[in-house]
T-cell receptor, first 111, second 113 residues
Framework: QKEVEQDPGPLSVPEGAIVSLNCTYSNSAFQYFMWYRQYSRKGPELLMYTYSSGNKEDGRFTAQVDKSSKYISLFIRDSQPSDSATYLCAMSAGAGTALIFGKGTTLSVSS | DSGVTQTPKHLITATGQRVTLRCSPRSGDLSVYWYQQSLDQGLQFLIQYYNGEERAKGNILERFSAQQFPDLHSELNLSSLELGDSALYFC????????????FGPGTRLTVT
């Protein structure tokens, strides 16, 4: 079993839809959870950062962490064509340690 | 713009050759991480440096090495290159402290022919 599992998609939605992206993980020691957005062959861009469990909201983006289920989610409200990208979840056990990434979900938002 | 810079953007080289990839972290960041991204493996951690010292190793081949200099920039050296080394190589940096937000550079695309 991989440490971090992420459905690769692709996921296609119409503009304005609510998008739900998810990752599951197996290592209960993970404490730091991140979502990155990556446009084709560009550097990953940090979108959301959460420490331990709970929710975090930033504009149209909401990140949720459920450590009891080893499950994290990213919600995108009012999705836009510019949100079309690959979304990567990442996590780590300690501060200042390497990230373990999911393989990414490719999202396409059509206008 | 994350503030992390990487050069060169693209490298095309032949099997058996050696290349050097360069990374400058964000101002004030002491940690530099190198990651490799290939189509089949996704983003994989290679090696981490903190303030000039090697801190952690991941799936880094013995043919690969890295270092971090006193001005905190880092170089990743890839030698005896094979076709399978073709990938995107990213560096990321983070501040020291209790958090773990890592900011990625634009990457170097390496093609081995």
């Amino acid at each position: 079993q991989k440490e971090v599992e992420q459905d690769p998609g692709p996921l296609s939605v119409p503009e304005g839809a609510i998008v739900s992206l998810n990752c599951t993980y197996s290592n209960s020691a993970f404490q730091y959870f991140m979502w990155y957005r990556q446009y084709s062959r560009k550097g990953p861009e940090l979108l959301m950062y959460t420490y331990s469990s709970g929710n975090k909201e930033d504009g149209r983006f909401t990140a949720q962490v459920d450590k009891s289920s080893k499950y994290i989610s990213l919600f995108i409200r009012d999705s836009q064509p510019s949100d079309s990208a690959t979304y990567l979840c990442a996590m780590s056990a300690g501060a200042g340690t390497a990230l373990i990434f999911g393989k990414g979900t490719t999202l396409s938002v059509s206008s | 713009d994350s503030g992390v810079t990487q050069t060169p953007k693209h490298l095309i080289t032949a099997t058996g050759q050696r290349v050097t990839l360069r990374c400058s972290p964000r101002s004030g960041d002491l940690s530099v991480y190198w990651y490799q991204q290939s189509l089949d493996q996704g983003l994989q951690f290679l090696i981490q440096y903190y303030n000039g010292e090697e801190r952690a190793k991941g799936n880094i081949l013995e043919r690969f090495s890295a270092q971090q200099f006193p001005d905190l920039h880092s170089e990743l050296n890839l030698s005896s290159l094979e076709l399978g080394d073709s990938a995107l190589y990213f560096c990321a940096s983070s501040v020291a402290g209790t958090g773990n937000e890592q900011y990625f550079g634009p990457g170097t695309r390496l093609t081995v022919t």
